[in-house]
């Protein structure tokens, strides 16, 4: 953990090993009533020291955000070693310009927003599979496409060959239960209007209400690996 520690007593470390906190987030899923909930690792800011540990304690999956680092982070073919094959997902707002540096990286874009990029993954990640983002909370500071166009931007991604697995949202940055309650429902609704399986939505703040809400992929960072190095806590949410 010496990677996170520059001596700010405001950075507090979740207890335990990475195994414990894997555990413990698994415990969180169980008593929100979850059963079949994929935990995403979300590896941004921290080491692929860290990153392994947590694949040696039982991870499967892991998310990173900026193209840049996981480029930087990870030997390519790195997903591919070992026995059990590491599903790699990207979850943080995706340029036009980047979707070529992600080519035989990853193993799902979760966060396809705009038609620009459903064009480009066509042209350079054909076939892969995909997460639809709509925004749900109208924070103009998200990505994310408007709710009225969700429908269009699945379509056209089913046009363009993509495998669209599911949706994924983020909640509001408030944190407020009932915002965030309204949003993971909305989400919920549109993967099932719309016939999708999976429905990626939680973070370490408000796990318990999206798998309420019917989550099937939660997308956890700060409570595995630990605060973010450089990013202080914001007040009422640690992300
Ligand atoms: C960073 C990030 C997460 C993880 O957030 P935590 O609050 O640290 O669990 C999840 N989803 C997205 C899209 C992120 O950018």
Redo the contacts with the bound molecule.
């Keep these: 953990m010496s990677d996170a520690d520059d001596g700010d007593p405001r950075r507090e470390e979740p207890a335990g090993t990475i195994a414990d906190r894997l555990a413990a987030i698994h415990e969180r899923i169980r008593r929100a009533g979850g059963t079949d909930v994929l935990v995403v690792g ?1 590896a ?1 800011g921290h080491p692929i020291g860290q990153v392994e540990a947590a694949l040696a304690a039982g991870l499967t999956t892991v ?1 990173e ?1 900026y193209v840049q680092e996981l480029v930087g982070k990870y030997p390519s073919g790195w997903a591919a070693q070992g026995d059990a094959a590491v599903e790699m997902q990207f ?2 707002h995706l340029q036009t310009n980047k979707v070529r540096a992600l080519a035989g990286r990853v193993d799902l874009v979760a966060s396809v927003d705009r038609p620009a990029l459903v064009a480009e993954l066509a042209r350079r990640l054909p076939g892969s599979r995909v997460l639809v983002q709509p925004n749900l909370t109208g924070e103009a500071s998200k990505t994310g496409c408007r709710p009225e166009d969700l429908d269009g931007l699945v379509e056209s991604c089913q046009d363009a060959g993509l495998v669209v697995d599911g949706l994924m949202t ?1 909640g509001p940055a408030s944190g407020e239960g009932r915002e965030t309650r309204r949003v993971f429902a909305a989400l919920r609704r549109s993967v099932d209007r719309l016939g999708l399986r999976h429905c990626s939505m939680g ?3 408000d796990l318990e209400i999206a798998v309420g809400e019917g989550s099937t992929q939660v ?5 595995l690996f630990g605060p973010r190095p450089g990013v202080r806590p914001r007040p009422g949410r640690s ?1």
Excluded at 219 to 223: D, L, Q
């Design positions: 979300v941004k998310g955000s979850i943080g983020i973070m370490s703040d997308r956890i960072g700060t409570a992300g």
